[in-house]
C-alpha cells in the first residue's frame, strides 16, 4: 500500500455544494477505512463569512449527505471527523492579498503536524484559476521547499483549444506541471480503470484487440434526466464539450492506447496522450456533415408524467441551439486502429441512465453455419461503467436439438458479486490518489490539449458551418432515428437496458 504523507486540504469554494455534495463525503469514507493520514485536516477558503464552528456544523454534522452514513457511528467518532475542519473567510474576492490566509495555513501547520505538504482543492469556477494560483504563489504558498504542493482543478478545463491552452499556461505560470492534477471524476471509476485490466492483463483480449479482429468500438452515454438546474451553464457548454470532450475521450484514450512500458503514472499517461495524438481530426465540412449527429431532446409524456423540452427549461434560450445529444463517427490512425469505426454518442433524456463500452468482434472468415442467423449476432464484449458494473461477453452456443442452430450466449460478471471488496466511489480514489502523489487518473496538460484538438473542428462547423442541422427527439426515447445511419452496414446501435445482460429492444409493459 502506498504510504499518505501527512498533509492539509485547502478547499477554495469550499461554502459550495460540491464540498459538502462530493469532496467531505469522500474524505469521510476514507476516514472511516482508516485511509487518512493520522495529521490531516481540510481548510475550506471562500467568500462566505463562517466560523470553523459553522462550517464544520455545515459540511459534516448536519450535512444531508453524511446522516445515512452517521447512522450506526459513535458521537465521538464524529466529531473527531468534524474537529479536522477548519475555515477562512477570504472576504469579497478571490483576487485579493492571501496574507491573512498565509497565516492562518502557518499557524494550522505547526498546531496540527502537516508538515507543510498542502494539496489545493479549487472547487470554483474555472475563471478563477489563474487568479487564485497567482494570489497563492504571490504569498510564497506554491513553494515546495517546506513540503510539497499539489493543485486540484475542476473541469471544465477550457471552452475550446484556445482557452484549454491558455489556462494550461496561466497555471504552470505559478506551479509546476508536475503539482497540477485536473480531476476527471469518470477515471475514478473502478470500471473505467478496469479497461487498462481488461486489455492488458489478459491473453484472451490482448492478442485480439486490433484491426484484424475488430469490427468496430462503441460508446454510449445516457442520461435519463435533463439538465436540471443547469440549464443556463449547460445552454453556453452543450453535450460534445460537457461529456465528450472530457469523460468519452478518456474512455477512448484507454481503449486506443498501446501498452504502457510499466504501470509508471507517466508511462501510463505518456501513451494515453498518443492515443488521442492518432484520433482522425475531422477537417472538411463534409466529412464532418456525414459522421456527426446533433439534437435536442423535445417535451414528451413519460410514464404520465409531462416533461419539458429542453427550449423550455429554465435558463435556456428559446431559440437555442445546443445540442442536448451528439452522436459522432471517428477513425484512429495507426496501425492497430486502421479502418475500424469508432461510434460515441451522450446524450440527455434517454429511457435509462447507462454508460458502456461495446467492442463488436469481426464473424469468422469462413462461415460453416450459414442458415444460423449469426450473421447479426456478431461476439460482443461489454464493459459497463455504470450502473450494474460489470462485463459481459456474448457469443454463440447451439440450441439443443437437431441441426446446428445458434443462438447467443451470456458470459458476465459483476462488481456487486465481490461482496468482501469495498469498491472506492470516483471522488474518493481521486483525492486518495493525489494524496499520495499519484496523478495516473488526472489529465495532463499536452493530453488535454490533444482532446480539443479533435473536438474544435466539429464545434466549429456546429456554429458556422453552412449545412448544420439540429434534429430533435421526443424525451425517453433513444435520439433521432437517422442516428442510426452512422454506423455502416451494422444497422443500429445497441440501446442497452438498465442491468448489463438486458438485450436491446426489450420494453417494459407494467
Known amino acids: 500500500m502506498k504510504n499518505t504523507e501527512n498533509q492539509m486540504l485547502v478547499i477554495f469554494g469550499a461554502s459550495g455544494d460540491l464540498t459538502a455534495r462530493k469532496l467531505v463525503p469522500a474524505l469521510f469514507n476514507l476516514y472511516l477505512d ?35 452514513k452517521f447512522k450506526d457511528l459513535k458521537e465521538d467518532h464524529k466529531a473527531t471527523f468534524a474537529n479536522r475542519f ?7 474576492d478571490y483576487d485579493t492579498d492571501y496574507y491573512t490566509l498565509k497565516k492562518r495555513i502557518e499557524a494550522l501547520n505547526d498546531a496540527e503536524g502537516t508538515e507543510g505538504n498542502i494539496m489545493y482543492y479549487l472547487s470554483t469556477p474555472p475563471t478563477l484559476y489563474e487568479t487564485i494560483a497567482k494570489n497563492l504563489a504571490a504569498a510564497g504558498l506554491n513553494t515546495q521547499n517546506n513540503g510539497w504542493k499539489r493543485m486540484i482543478v475542476e473541469k471544465p478545463f477550457g471552452y475550446d483549444l484556445e482557452t484549454a491552452k491558455k489556462l494550461n499556461k496561466g497555471l504552470q505560470n505559478y506551479f509546476k506541471e508536475s503539482q497540477i492534477y485536473r480531476i476527471d471524476h469518470y477515471l475514478g471509476k473502478e470500471t473505467v480503470q478496469n479497461l487498462l485490466v481488461t486489455r492488458f492483463a489478459n491473453s484472451i483480449f490482448e492478442p485480439l484487440w486490433n484491426r484484424n479482429y475488430i469490427n468496430h468500438v462503441e460508446i454510449t452515454n445516457a442520461e435519463s434526466v435533463g439538465v436540471e438546474k443547469r ?14 470532450q472530457n469523460h468519452l ?25 498518443k492515443a488521442l495524438k492518432s484520433l482522425r481530426i475531422m477537417k472538411d465540412d463534409k466529412t464532418i456533415h456525414d459522421h456527426t449527429i446533433r439534437a435536442q431532446y423535445m417535451g414528451s409524456n413519460i410514464d404520465g408524467k409531462s416533461i419539458k423540452g429542453y427550449r423550455e427549461e429554465d435558463g435556456v434560450a428559446k431559440d437555442s441551439l445546443t445540442e442536448t445529444y451528439a452522436a459522432i463517427k471517428f477513425f484512429v490512425d495507426n496501425w492497430r486502429w486502421k479502418d475500424v469505426p469508432f461510434y460515441v454518442r451522450t446524450a440527455k433524456r434517454m429511457p ?20 444460423s442467423g449469426m450473421q447479426s449476432k456478431d461476439n460482443k464484449l461489454i464493459i459497463r461503467i455504470q450502473p450494474d458494473e460489470g462485463i ?13 442452430k445458434v443462438e447467443r450466449a451470456n458470459l458476465d460478471f459483476y462488481y456487486s458479486s465481490l461482496a468482501e471488496t469495498h469498491v472506492m466511489e470516483a471522488y474518493e480514489r481521486l483525492l486518495l490518489d493525489a494524496m499520495q502523489g499519484d496523478a495516473t487518473l488526472y489529465a495532463r496538460a499536452d493530453e488535454v490539449e490533444a482532446a480539443w484538438e479533435f473536438v474544435n473542428p466539429i464545434l466549429d462547423y456546429w456554429k458556422n458551418g453552412t449545412d448544420v442541422r439540429m434534429y430533435g427527439y421526443a424525451s425517453g426515447v433513444w435520439g433521432p432515428v437517422n442516428a442510426d445511419e452512422l454506423i455502416d452496414g451494422i444497422g443500429m446501435w445497441r440501446n442497452p437496458g438498465p442491468n448489463l445482460t438486458d438485450d436491446p429492444g426489450f420494453c417494459v409493459l407494467c
Open 34 to 68: 482508516k485511509q487518512l493520514p493520522e495529521n490531516f485536516i481540510v481548510l475550506g477558503a471562500s467568500r462566505t463569512n463562517m466560523t470553523d464552528a459553522e462550517f464544520r456544523n455545515k459540511v459534516v454534522l448536519e450535512s444531508s449527505y453524511l446522516q445515512e
Open 86 to 92: 477548519f475555515y477562512e473567510d477570504l472576504g469579497g
Open 231 to 244: 440549464g443556463g451553464y449547460y445552454d453556453s457548454s452543450g453535450a460534445l464539450r460537457d461529456m465528450f
Open 249 to 273: 475521450l478518456q474512455i477512448v484514450s484507454l481503449i486506443v492506447m498501446e501498452p504502457p512500458i510499466g504501470d509508471h503514472p507517466e508511462e501510463i499517461r505518456n501513451e494515453k496522450v
Open 352 to 371: 435509462t441512465k447507462v454508460t458502456e463500452v461495446v467492442i463488436h468482434f469481426k464473424s469468422p472468415h469462413h462461415q460453416i453455419f450459414q442458415d
Open 392 to 404: 459481459l461477453v456474448k457469443f454463440g452456443v447451439k440450441v439443443p436439438g437437431q441441426g446446428f
